[in-house]
C-alpha cells in the first residue's frame, strides 16, 4: 500500500523461488523488497548469490517472524543495502514497531540492536504486561505486547466473543507476542505465547534456541516445537535443514545449545528434514510439524 500511494511498481511473487526472486530483482531493477527471515536465509544460501546483480536494491524490510543475529549479520554484508525490521499485524493495520536502518549496526556499542525489532512508532501505545494480571512488567522483563492506537481493528467480524478476548475495555489490543523491553526502549521478540514451551515449570522460547543453531555452519534452516515428556511436561525439539553435504549428528546439535544456553532450554531431540513447511509468504507453520505424516514424508533418509 505504500508503495503504490507513492507511484511504485510493485511485482509479486506466487510462491517462494530463491532464483526467481533473485532474478526479479535484477530484471525489474528492484529497490525495496520485503521478505520473512526464512526467505532471507534461503535466499543466502542460493549458489552464487554472491556474484548476482542486486545493485538496485536500496533497502528490505523484513519482519512477521523474529530473525538470528547470525543471518542478519551475513544478509547485511552480502547484500550490500538498507535494512529496515518492522512489526506489526492485520489488527493493528500494519507496521507499529520499527528498527530504522541507520539503527542496523553490526558492530560497535549498539550491535546487540540488532536483535531488536525497534521502537513504537510515534502513533502508536505499546505496553507489555503479564497476560495473566494484565499488570505492566519492569524493564527486561518478558511481557505480552499490547498496542493501543487508532489505526487498530474495531473488532473481528461477526466474532463478539473473539473480540471481546482480544481488546480489553480501555482499548489496548492483546497481541499474544512475547517481548521485553531495554532501558532505551528497544523491544525484543520472543515468541507467540501459544508457540512457549513450558518444561519442568520453566518457561523456554523457541526462538532462543533456534537463534543458536542457526549459528552451526551446517544448518541452513531450523525450527524449535515443544513435544510431550514423561517427567519435564514438554521438551524442546529442533527440525533441521542441513546445507548440501553436511552430516551433523543429533548430539553435536545439542551440544552445540548447550555449549551457549542453559541445559533446561536446549532441545533433546533433533529431526532433519529435507524441508519445513511454509505458507506463500514463506513464513514457517509450526503447526504442521507436529503432524506424523508430515515428518514420514519429509524426513531425510
Known amino acids: 500500500m505504500t508503495c503504490m500511494s507513492q507511484g511504485g511498481h510493485t ?59 547470525a543471518v542478519l549479520k551475513r544478509a547485511i554484508e552480502i547484500f550490500g543495502c538498507g535494512f529496515m525490521h518492522t512489526y506489526g499485524m492485520t489488527e493493528t493495520g500494519g507496521s507499529v514497531v520499527m528498527l530504522a536502518p541507520e539503527e542496523h549496526e553490526p558492530e560497535g556499542p549498539f550491535a546487540n540492536r540488532l536483535r531488536s ?32 492506537s487508532k489505526a487498530n481493528m474495531i473488532g473481528y467480524w461477526n466474532k463478539p466473543e473473539e473480540t471481546a478476548k482480544a481488546i480489553t475495555a480501555d482499548g489496548w489490543l492483546c497481541t499474544g507476542d ?32 533456534e537463534n543458536v543453531l542457526y549459528q552451526h555452519h551446517d544448518v541452513t534452516q531450523v525450527a524449535v516445537i515443544g513435544v510431550p515428556h514423561e517427567r519435564w511436561g514438554e521438551t524442546p525439539k529442533a527440525f533441521v535443514v542441513v546445507r548440501n553435504g553436511s552430516h551433523p549428528s543429533e548430539s553435536e546439535l545439542i551440544a552445540f ?38 515428518l514420514k514424508e519429509n524426513a531425510c533418509p
Not at 544456553?261 to 507436529?290: D, W
Open 11 to 69: 511485482v509479486l511473487m506466487q510462491q517462494v523461488v530463491p532464483r526467481d526472486i533473485v532474478a526479479a530483482i535484477r530484471d525489474h531493477k528492484v529497490t525495496h523488497g520485503f521478505f520473512v527471515p526464512t526467505v532471507i536465509q534461503m535466499l543466502l544460501d542460493l549458489p552464487g548469490v554472491t556474484d548476482m546483480d542486486l545493485t538496485s536494491l536500496n533497502r528490505i524490510v523484513y519482519g512477521a517472524a523474529p530473525i538470528g543475529e
Open 257 to 294: 545449545t548447550r555449549a551457549q544456553l542453559a541445559h533446561y532450554k536446549c532441545p533433546t531431540a533433533v529431526a532433519f528434514v529435507t524441508q519445513l513447511p511454509m505458507n506463500a509468504s514463506g513464513k514457517i507453520l509450526k503447526k504442521e510439524m507436529r503432524n506424523p505424516e508430515w
Open 117 to 148: 525489532c525497534g521502537r513504537p512508532m510515534p502513533w502508536n501505545e505499546l505496553l507489555l504486561v503479564d497476560p495473566e494480571t494484565g499488570n505492566p512488567v519492569a524493564v527486561g522483563e518478558v511481557g505480552e505486547i499490547r498496542i493501543r
Open 178 to 209: 512475547a517481548a521485553y523491553r531495554d532501558k532505551d526502549g528497544y523491544i525484543y521478540m520472543h515468541d507467540r505465547y501459544k508457540d512457549m514451551i513450558v518444561s519442568g515449570a520453566e518457561n523456554i522460547y523457541p526462538t532462543e534456541i
